[in-house]
């Protein structure tokens, strides 16, 4: 449609939430987007260098549970979708404590839901102007729990059945959306993706773990025997299912978002070693770049691999089935080799 969006992009300086600013500010030159973050460790504003060049993107430092903030930014500049991406999003921190995981994750989302009803449902000066709505939660696969080798993937009707404190709280987040669409009316819908990789990924997690640890010549700890599965889906196609979702997505529903690109996370790290060792014998002026990664000149990078003890109560695999988006058009467009591989150049940048 060529409707113009006036959207809320919360956590925009993190991974996702910037890859997807940069992506809709190209692809949808009459939007107005303010990103709302409240610069925790993982955030970056230099993931946001070139949204800001734009005049069509403001940056707005706060926190999600700020209920005046929010509700002023929403009335004083017409604010008509909320995309949320803001939240606690690290497995291990949320095993070591899970406070800020409850304070973001789950009361943050009621408070940008209840700003929004109050403003979007309930203000009859808003109502007469009957602009066209939506609330947007981004959430994960990670809700459904775990699956075995043998199970089919998870699809929309798969139970809640979380098993860490970071998927607890995006689950009770999500029953809230569901809450307020079905209670109150609001416009709502979820989407569940996989795990996503690509540039602005904070080195915390895998993909930029292993990446970083490559050329820094230190050790790759894998949790456990590091078999559990994962599917890893690129960012950008993680924001074009958002962006089928927006366009023909149902108020009430939430849909899968995945690639059905299912692999060990041991597969995983001798992947990311064949390439970049790879890249290394092809690019000699690596060796000077990057004096500490001798394990990658030499070509004996798996060596670094060291199997640590296996995270609490570890998730085997997740997998989702994302028919229900594919009925709406999407399909994951991005080869994961050839992902991986820029994202590996983009942090070798
Ligand atoms: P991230 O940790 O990189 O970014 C989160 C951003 O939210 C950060 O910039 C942080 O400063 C901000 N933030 C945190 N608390 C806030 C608060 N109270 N108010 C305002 N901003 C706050 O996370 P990400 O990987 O970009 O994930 C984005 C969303 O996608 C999350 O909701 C996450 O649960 C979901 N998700 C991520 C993945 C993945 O593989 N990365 C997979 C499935 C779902």
């Known amino acids: 449609s060529v409707k113009s969006r006036r959207i809320l992009v919360t956590g925009a300086a993190g991974f996702i939430g ?5 992506y809709w500010l190209t692809q949808y030159p009459n939007d107005q987007i303010w990103g709302l973050d409240k610069l925790t460790y993982a955030a970056n504003l230099r993931n946001l260098s070139e949204a800001i060049k734009s005049v069509r993107f403001t940056f707005v430092k706060g926190d999600i549970a700020d209920e005046s903030l929010v509700r002023g930014l929403v009335i004083e500049h017409h604010i008509d979708t909320v995309i949320n991406f803001a939240a606690e999003s690290h497995v291990d921190r949320s095993i070591a404590s899970a406070d800020e995981f409850v304070q973001t994750n789950i009361v943050g989302t009621h408070n940008l839901l209840k700003v929004c009803k109050s403003i979007w449902i309930d203000d009859p000066n808003w109502c007469q102007r009957k602009p066209e709505v939506r609330f947007h939660q981004v959430s994960t696969d990670e809700v459904y729990g775990s699956l075995t080798i043998e199970d089919d993937s998870f699809t929309e009707s798969s139970p809640f059945l979380p098993n860490s404190p970071y998927s607890a709280s995006k689950a009770a987040a999500d029953h809230m959306v569901r809450a307020f669409g079905k209670t109150y009316g609001l416009p709502v819908t979820t989407s569940h993706c996989s795990n996503n990789y690509g ?3 904070h080195v915390e997690k895998m993909i930029p773990m292993i990446i970083t640890h490559l050329l820094e010549n ?10 559990q599965i994962r599917d ?3 960012v950008e196609d993680h924001i074009r299912g958002i962006e089928h979702i927006l366009k023909d997505g149902i108020a009430g529903e939430h849909y899968n ?11 995983l790290v001798h992947r990311i070693c064949k390439l970049m060792e790879q890249e290394f014998s092809q690019r000699p002026e690596l060796h000077a770049q990057y004096p500490m990664a001798t394990a990658l000149q030499t070509g004996t990078s798996t060596s670094l691999i060291e199997h640590v003890p296996d ?8 997998g989702v089935n994302f028919d229900k988006l594919a009925e709406l058009g999407y399909q994951p467009q991005v080869d994961f080799d050839a992902g991986l591989k820029r994202t590996i150049a983009w942090f070798m940048r």
């Not at 910037?18 to 940069?22: G, I, K, P, T």
């Not at 978002?257 to 597969?267: D, F, P, R, V």
């Open 218 to 227: 230190e050790t790759i700890g894998i949790y456990g025997d590091g078999l």
């Open 232 to 234: 890893w889906l690129h």
């Open 311 to 318: 995270r609490l109560g570890h998730d085997k695999r997740y």
């Open 199 to 201: 540039p602005y990924h």
């Open 18 to 22: 910037a890859n997807f600013v940069d």
């Open 257 to 267: 978002i995945g690639a059905q690109y299912e692999l060990t996370n041991i597969e």
